[in-house]
C-alpha cells in the first residue's frame, strides 16, 4: 500500500472552470487559517483504502492512522507501506503495528507515490473553488470527498504500471 497525507483547508486550492469564451468567470478565495489534515493509504490494484481526517500532522496522528489501517486489513494480511521521509514517518516515536512494515521512498520522488494522484483528484474534483465557515465544515466536507472515492476511481487514478509484472511499453 501507498500512503501520504494532503492538507486542505479556507486558504483553497484555484482550479480551472469551464466558462463562456470571453467571459471572466470569478472564484472563491478565503483568507482565513483553518485547515485538516487526510492521512490516506491506498492499494492501487485492488481500490482498497483507509484514511484518517485530523487537526494536525505529526507522530502522534500518524500512530493512530496506523492503528486504524493495522486494523482494517485482513487479519491475516501483512502490509508494506510505502511512503515518503517526512520527519513524523520517520520519527523515533512511530509505533508501528506487527501486521505494518514501512518501506520508505528516495528523497524528493513523489512521482513513485500513486496517492499524489489521489490528492490531486481530491482538489480538484471535491474540494477546490469552495468556501469553509470553519474547522466543522472543513472536516464534513473532506469526509465527503474521501467517501465519493470507490475502489474503481482509487484503481484508476492510483494505477501504476511501474508495479505490474511483465507489462512492456
Known amino acids: 500500500m501507498f500512503m501520504d497525507e494532503m492538507r486542505f483547508g479556507q486558504q483553497g486550492t484555484l482550479t480551472r472552470v469551464w466558462a463562456?469564451?470571453?467571459s471572466r468567470?470569478?472564484?472563491i478565495k478565503q483568507t482565513r487559517y483553518e485547515w485538516v489534515y487526510l492521512y490516506a493509504a491506498v492499494e492501487p490494484k485492488t481500490g482498497f483504502s483507509s484514511a484518517l481526517l485530523a487537526p494536525h500532522v505529526n507522530t502522534g496522528t500518524f500512530n493512530e492512522?496506523?492503528?486504524i489501517l493495522s486494523h482494517e486489513v485482513e487479519p491475516r494480511d501483512?502490509?508494506?507501506l510505502i511512503m515518503d521521509q517526512a520527519g513524523w514517518h520517520v520519527s523515533k516515536g512511530v509505533k508501528m503495528p506487527g501486521n505494518i512494515t514501512n518501506l520508505l521512498l528516495p528523497p524528493y520522488s513523489p512521482e513513485l507515490n500513486p496517492v499524489e494522484r489521489l490528492i490531486g483528484h481530491l482538489r480538484s474534483h471535491h474540494l477546490s473553488n469552495r468556501a469553509y465557515d470553519g474547522y466543522d465544515q472543513l472536516l464534513q466536507a473532506g469526509t465527503q470527498a474521501y467517501r465519493a472515492l470507490t475502489p474503481a476511481t482509487i484503481r484508476t487514478v492510483c494505477r501504476c504500471d511501474y508495479l505490474t509484472r511483465g507489462r512492456h511499453a
Open 20 to 22: 463562456r469564451r470571453g
Open 25 to 27: 468567470p470569478t472564484a
Open 65 to 67: 492512522f496506523l492503528k
Open 78 to 80: 501483512h502490509v508494506v
